[in-house]
């Protein structure tokens, strides 16, 4: 590894009353004990060690009391360099409980708590890692290049367990999603597909029934007020210079609910746990990227170490934290080399930060059909117009919707034309798209009933559906318009450089129709959203300057091609993205 110095956790009854020794070439550079003398904490250099496997000795009074085998692991050739997503993958989230029951058997564990319950929308369904694997194929065949899983391992609370975010054990997968080498099965069969595991990971907060919790090894391993303090949510305190203290804590120490203690970034045992974890999932499952959850929650300085430690040792590795503002300037605070945040002498070493103001836009532009100053498609012009505040506008991350947000086809009240609005943009505009899992099928999901119904199941995913919208013959003809349509601009974009690589151009909206351009030297693509129920007419004379040379265009979407030199008619709420031809 670049780094080989490391921490070792050991853990047991009065474990610190005990000396420890080890094999050489491995040296114990130091020894922490704590108030709690159940833990020692070793630091291990570990840069002259072999592939083997090591002995830690504990010892009372000169005697053996206990030994523990360490293995020392061989790494996979060039991981330090590996490829990670960018903005020639779509990102699909799955909430794999929700996404298919691969393995019945493994629905209730004796291990953990919950049991499965289908009919409570908050409970567990089922859904696991071989229900994933199962249904690559299908993934593959949409145009899906990264899978963003929600979190899989352990979160044994005693109810609401199945979004994963109150961990248990951050080294140890959930048994009722599958197993360690579950997950690594899943990793190395989207590898051979070309696909790119992304794992969603979490340092702000664990769940309760984390030993390290119920036995901390120190006080302030966990942000302490004392006990049980909610965060007041408000992240503009991290940067505000005339915040009050008491309200910057009680954001970036204040717990996210009650059932979620707050880690304490700040104590250097966490901080050294969080980032050695971080680094071992990415060499354990061979990972192509992490999405941070909640991470303008966390000590602001202690997390531009953590993600900096983790980019230090993998140069190439994305990493996407969920800053969720609404502001573009405070959104670009967060992003590595961020000359807002320099303003402060703060740097977050975060490559990208997910794009909620067009999240924002998208939610309410395409059921504003008459354009104003303010109103229709206007909204999305102006998001890009505050590009120039972020570092690398090409690394944000673009979505209609996430597990959290209100499902966007229930927003459109399943409009099929507004759905193609929508995906045509967040497909052909800068940045990395992400889907949520069901949509490309018409999913729909009431947020104001709670959680449960944006997470509901995929058709299909469970044996006794009567419905398999994974398979065509299974779909029914709603679900297939809207799949088809999916399909065919993903496996488009798939082979687009210009989408992938180019820069963006756009011109101000006029009469709800906007007009944007991606290009590179070679490529360029024109697209034209008509956000007007009426028919339009525009003008190509005015586009000049991102036709250029071209001649036509020949539509993806609708597979008909276009004089660039006459004007071009675009029907109402609709697109057309057009390859542009000499």
């Known amino acids: 590894m670049h780094t080989s110095e490391i921490q070792i956790v050991f853990y047991g009854q009065n474990i610190s009353g005990l000396q420890i020794e080890t094999d050489s070439p491995l040296v114990i550079k130091s020894v922490l004990k704590t108030d709690n003398s159940n833990y020692i904490f070793a630091t291990v250099e570990t840069r002259n060690a072999a592939v083997a496997t090591y002995t830690f000795r504990f010892k009372k009074d000169g005697k053996i009391a206990q030994e523990i085998n360490y293995p020392i692991l061989k790494r996979e050739p060039d991981s330090r360099w590996r490829k990670s997503f960018d903005a020639s993958d779509v990102m699909y989230l799955i909430m794999p409980d ?9 629905d209730e564990h004796a291990s953990t708590t919950e049991k499965p319950d289908r009919n409570n929308a908050g409970g567990r369904h089922g859904g696991d890692i071989q229900g994933i694997i199962n249904n690559l194929d299908y993934l593959e065949d949409l145009g899906v290049t990264a899978i963003w899983s929600t979190p899989l391992c352990e979160d044994n609370d005693g109810r609401y367990s199945y979004h ?20 690594k099965r899943l990793s ?13 990971y979490v340092t702000n907060h664990w769940g309760l029934h984390h030993y390290m919790i119920k036995d901390m090894p120190t006080y302030d391993f966990i942000n302490q007020h004392p006990g049980f303090a909610q965060s007041n949510y408000r992240m503009t305190t991290q940067f505000d210079q005339n915040a009050s203290e008491l309200d910057t804590r009680k954001c970036m120490d204040g717990w996210f609910v009650r059932s979620m203690p707050d880690l304490n970034q700040r104590n250097p045992i966490m901080l050294q746990y969080l980032i050695q974890n971080a680094i071992w999932w990415i060499e354990y499952a061979d990972l192509g990227g992490y999405r941070v959850d909640t991470y303008s929650y966390n000590d602001k300085h202690a997390i531009a170490k953590w993600t900096k430690a983790i980019t230090d040792e993998y140069p190439h590795f994305n990493i996407v934290g969920e800053v969720w503002m609404h502001d573009q300037a405070q959104m670009a605070y967060w992003q590595k080399d961020s000359k807002i945040g320099a303003i402060q002498s703060y740097n977050s070493n975060l490559p990208s930060v997910m794009d909620f103001t067009l999240h924002d836009a998208i939610v309410e532009v395409f059921n504003e059909d008459k354009a104003s100053w303010d109103k229709g498609i206007i909204k999305v012009y102006e998001n890009f117009t505050n590009d120039f505040l972020y570092p690398d506008p090409m690394k944000l991350l673009v979505f209609t919707e996430n597990h959290d947000t209100r499902r966007i086809n229930e927003v459109y009240k399943n409009d099929f034309d507004k759905y193609r609005l929508a995906m045509t943009l967040i497909m052909t505009t800068r940045g990395i798209p992400q ?13 104001s009933k709670g959680d449960g119904d944006i997470r509901r199941d995929f058709p299909g995913g469970w044996a006794a559906d009567s419905i398999n919208a994974f398979d065509a013959k299974g779909r029914t ?3 297939e ?10 496996s488009w974009r798939k082979q687009s450089k210009a989408i992938h ?9 006029d009469n709800n129709v906007y007009v944007y351009f991606r290009y590179t030297e070679s490529e360029t693509v024109m697209v034209v959203i008509n956000n007007n129920p009426e028919a339009q007419t525009i003008n190509t004379e005015r586009f000049a300057e991102g036709i250029k040379q071209f001649k036509t265009g020949k539509d993806i979407l609708g597979d008909q091609s276009f004089d660039l030199k006459k004007p071009i008619q675009v029907n109402g709420k609709s697109a057309l993205v057009m390859d542009l031809r000499k």
């Open 435 to 447: 889907i949520y899992y069901g949509s490309e099928i018409g999913m729909e999901g009431d947020k």
């Open 481 to 490: 318009k809207f799949h088809a349509f999916t399909k065919k601009i993903m």
């Open 98 to 106: 929700r996404f298919a029951n691969g393995d019945s058997k493994n």
């Open 501 to 509: 690589e180019g820069k963006l151009l756009h011109f101000l909206p």
């Open 477 to 479: 003809a709603e679900q």
């Open 164 to 183: 994963g975010y109150a961990q248990s054990d951050v080294y140890k997968i959930d048994p009722r999603y599958g197993s360690n080498e579950d997950y």
């Open 188 to 200: 190395a069969e989207m590898k051979k597909r070309g696909m790119k595991l992304i794992k969603d």
